[in-house]
């Protein structure tokens, strides 16, 4: 269990606990058969804890966490125990569910708390309970939670609580619902930072030039007569070469002309190193055996099209860049009747708020949204399968 790994997750999930999650003390304890909290720390039993996989762990400490955030201890006040702690958890498990944590299989479960807080799910056990005094709970209670079945008798944990505040009531869904607008806003606030930064490194100028030896050849990572294939125009053309003879009289074959034009942009900025620019060019001479292909390069300028009139003319292509990466730049570079519009990158900047019909090819972990066109991703084991070869 990496116990740090863990609190960085409950902060970034659940901004609005921030605090509880800083200044609350994580402790191994081993008469905690599983995990509990006595209001100020949370102890949990190191041997429970290695059982269960990441997101187990994360919802064990995230539900005690909810315990002391909606005060649930002071909020006990006269109340039937056994019955409180069983509502309190069915309202905190129903809303970490909801968030999307991983609830354990046989923690409390029961569906309608969704929709109230921890007094009303109070009422309506209790009321049960009234109607049925035999009735038990033992099918809804947690074995792997936070020890629930442990306190059923004896909730003395929560009696270790030092300073009881009668006054403070939390409401369950309220607090859930400011946490939700408070990820919001910090991923709004994430994202304008990130989108700053990128514009910053989009304005970075170098304009280097790139040397690049032994491009190779491999196999292709991508059917580009399958992708290409609606954008390609055939004509036909009675040739010589494969003519055949017969009686000495020499019949030429009627052969496809590929008519198609694809113009090609590869992404040169910092982010790219020489492996991936060469895997760029490797495919790029695959494209070349479906389509006539115009090549450039950009970074945060567009430093124009080369002709591409035969592969060898791939291995000899001239580079610049190594600055930021400005993906406007490249869709603004292509011509407008081109058939193909072609993108390689590492999809490390800031995707423009502008429309593009074009394949985005993209080398890395690296997810991008362009508006428009078509997106191919190359994962990292495909690269480091290209640089063997």
């Known amino acids: ?214 491009v190779g050849v491999s196999k292709q990572l991508i059917d580009w007569r399958k992708v290409l294939k609606s954008a390609i125009c055939k004509n036909y053309d009675w040739s010589y070469k494969n003519a055949s003879i017969e009686n000495g009289i020499i019949t030429p074959h009627l052969e496809e002309i590929l008519e198609s034009n694809t113009e090609i942009l590869l992404d040169t900025s910092g982010s790219i190193d020489d492996d991936i620019l060469k895997s760029f060019l490797r495919e790029c001479k695959h494209i070349f055996n479906t389509s006539k292909i115009k090549v450039g390069c950009f970074d945060t300028e567009f430093y124009g099209f080369q002709d591409i009139k035969n592969v060898n003319d791939i291995d000899k292509l001239k580079f610049v860049g190594g600055g930021g990466t400005d993906f406007t730049v490249a869709i603004e570079a292509f011509s407008s009747r081109v058939d193909n519009k072609i993108i390689f990158t590492d999809g490390r900047s800031f995707m423009p708020n502008q429309y593009c019909n074009c394949i985005w090819v993209v080398f890395g972990d690296k997810k991008i949204k362009p508006i428009g066109g078509k997106v191919i991703y190359i994962d990292e084991n495909e690269l480091v399968k290209r640089k063997t070869k």
């Open 1 to 214: 269990m990496d116990l740090e790994a863990i609190k960085r997750m409950l902060l970034v999930k659940y901004p609005a606990f921030s605090g509880i999650v800083l200044n609350t003390q994580f402790i191994e304890r081993e008469d905690v058969i599983t995990a509990a909290t006595d209001g100020e720390v949370v102890y949990y039993n190191t041997d429970f804890m290695n059982k269960l996989n990441n997101d187990e762990q994360l919802f064990v400490f995230a539900h005690e966490i909810c315990h002391m955030a909606f005060n649930h201890i002071s909020r006990k006040k006269d109340k039937d125990t056994y019955i409180w702690n069983i509502a309190t958890d069915a309202v905190i498990n129903a809303l970490l569910k909801k968030d999307g944590l991983s609830v354990l299989e046989n923690a409390v479960n029961i569906e309608d708390a969704i929709n109230h807080d921890a007094e009303e799910m109070y009422n309506i056990l209790l009321e049960q309970k009234q109607k049925d005094p035999e009735k038990n709970f033992q099918n809804q209670e947690s074995q792997n939670g936070d020890g629930n079945n442990t306190f059923e008798d004896n909730h003395d944990i929560w009696n270790e609580q030092k300073n009881y505040n009668e006054n403070k009531q939390v409401s369950e869904q309220k607090a859930f619902q400011e946490n939700r607008k408070e990820k919001i806003k910090k991923l709004k606030e994430l994202k304008k930072e990130l989108q700053k930064e990128s514009e910053q490194l989009g304005n970075e100028k170098k304009g280097n030039k790139i040397n690049i030896n032994d």
